[in-house]
């Protein structure tokens, strides 16, 4: 067997110094001649690991030995078999994870693992640049189903049901079809552009999408059964923040990473002349450690920001963001102080002026050192405060992105829909819920999580509802 290389061949990227001032695209994306030598480091593995760490069971080595012979319109179509959104997972998929933490590259041969991701957005990427034509619309088969939500779980279940000729109706919330894809994704990781080309899919497959309706509000669960939907599937995430319950939460200039991702991702506040307000500039300070936070730190930095803090209450190893992310905003000089975890958000208050224009905003965070001791019920260890190591960090701005929970709306106005402690609707294998015909599916169901698991989700609760619906 020839010698393989030992490392993932490098994806090209804009250089930090230019990417932390604009929103463009940071990952560039592999060319042919980088895919089809990242593809000859597979080993073409019989028993296929690395489909085993993959949610949606891709069949790995199959797409990659087409990337091997430069069919690459065949390694989509492989892809596309399970995945509904490969050019969105070939993006943001935590693949060190999953798949690519199988690989036998790594596990057996102590080589890095081979560039799944990079390989899967490759074949994407190229299809989306080469497809020809638009998209077939299959036969109606009479059945009329609501999805609730437009995010990865709900796009997927639609997208499935669809294609077996099912009236389908999604119901969204915003103005704009997506989900976190649109909201709260940035451009810079993910292009809306992409998301919009799976949107316009959907449609061609005659996906009806309503924006501005909110299940509960507007209308209820049960009313769409009257009008005539036989079976609803709730796609509806988690996107409500948690805070930390520290006194200064509300001081201006403190934001959850939710509402500052939206200002600036679909409101697009970034601009000169956009109707929504963010604050720019100044020192910026985000609290916590997944994706969400490096988002938000890397937001505000292109936002103007002159530092950007990323406080987080545990140490590099356990950061929860995307390996490639966190590499990233270190480029790009985001300021990490691990260890550490606020105790009191400090506000502006002048003693002499009480009609100070500065009096209420954040002025500092105060926080305190941390060290790791004994590991929690999941394992990881539990960070313990240092006695008297308190400190203060200047801040203009606060982002709090310590996770979210799934919105109680749906659950309020939907008698017998069962919720766990925790707010997330309880499902069976399926995706059914306690009540008849209502499936749910993502983030609402398990708390953030991931887009491949949201759509692996959604795919799921789809072909149940052809079962009960067709009876196949
Ligand atoms: P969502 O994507 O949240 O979509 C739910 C949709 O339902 C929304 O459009 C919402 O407006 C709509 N909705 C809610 N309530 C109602 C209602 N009552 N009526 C009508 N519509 C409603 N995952 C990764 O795998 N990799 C990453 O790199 C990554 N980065 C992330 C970065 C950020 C900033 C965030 C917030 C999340 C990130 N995630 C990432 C997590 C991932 O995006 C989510 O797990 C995934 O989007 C969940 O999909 P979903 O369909 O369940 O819900
Ligand atoms: Fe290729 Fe790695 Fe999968 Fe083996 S485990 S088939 S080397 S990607």
């Not at 779980?153 to 099912?166: I, N, P, R, V």
């Not at 915003?174 to 909201?183: D, F, I, K, N, P």
Request: aromatic share 6%.
């Amino acid at each position: 067997m020839a010698a393989r290389e030992p490392k993932k061949h490098e994806m090209p990227v804009q250089p930090p110094e230019i990417r932390a001032h604009n929103f463009d695209e940071v990952a560039l994306g592999y060319n042919e001649e980088l895919a089809l030598a990242e593809a000859q480091r597979c080993l073409g593995c019989k028993n296929k690991p690395c489909m085993q760490g993959c949610p949606v069971n891709i069949d790995i080595p199959e797409f990659i030995s087409h990337i091997k012979n430069n069919d690459i319109e065949g390694a989509y179509k492989v892809i596309s078999e399970s995945s509904s959104l490969p050019a969105v997972c070939g993006r943001v998929c935590p693949q060190e994870l999953q798949c690519e933490h199988n690989c036998t590259l790594g596990t057996k041969m102590n080589l890095e693992p081979v560039g799944i991701g990079r390989l899967e957005r490759y074949a994407a990427d190229y299809h989306r640049v080469h497809k020809n034509g638009s998209t077939e619309r299959p036969a109606p088969n009479g059945h009329k189903v609501a999805v609730i939500g437009s995010g990865p779980s709900g796009l997927a279940c639609a997208g499935d049901l669809a294609k077996k000729g099912f009236a389908v109706t999604v119901f969204e919330a915003l103005h704009s079809a997506g989900g976190v894809l649109v909201y709260g994704i940035p451009e810079f990781r993910l292009p809306k552009s992409i998301v919009a080309d799976e949107v316009r899919t959907l449609g061609e497959l005659g996906v009806e999408i309503i924006t501005n309706v909110i299940v509960g509000r507007t209308i209820t669960i049960d009313e769409l059964f009257e009008q005539g939907y036989e079976a609803v599937f709730i796609g509806t995430g988690a996107g409500l923040p948690n805070f930390m319950n520290i006194p200064g939460e509300s001081l201006c200039g403190v934001y959850s990473a939710n509402e500052f991702l939206t200002r600036s991702n679909l409101m697009k506040s970034y601009l000169d002349n956009a109707a929504t307000p963010i604050k720019k500039g100044g020192n910026v300070v985000v609290v916590g450690g997944g994706n969400v936070a490096m988002d938000a730190a890397r937001t505000a930095l292109r936002l103007g920001a002159e530092h950007v803090y990323i406080v987080y209450r545990r140490s590099f190893d356990e950061l929860p963001a995307r390996k490639e992310e966190v590499e990233h905003a270190k480029e790009e000089g985001i300021d990490f102080r691990i260890l550490c975890n606020p105790v009191e958000i400090v506000g502006y208050h002048s003693e002499n002026d009480p009609r100070d224009p500065k009096n209420g905003f954040v002025k500092g965070v105060r926080c305190i050192k941390m060290e790791l001791g004994e590991p929690d019920e999941r394992g990881r260890r539990r960070p313990v405060e240092i006695l008297g190591s308190e400190f203060e960090i200047e801040a203009d701005t606060v982002i709090i992105a310590i996770g979210t929970s799934p919105n109680p709306l749906i659950k309020d106005t939907t008698n017998g829909l069962e919720v766990n402690k925790r707010g997330g609707i309880v499902i069976t294998e399926e995706g059914l819920t306690s009540r008849e015909n209502v499936y749910a599916g993502g983030d609402a169901v398990t708390g953030a999580a991931t887009v491949i698991s949201a759509m692996g989700a959604g795919k799921t609760a789809a072909k149940a509802i052809y079962k009960a619906l067709c009876g196949e």
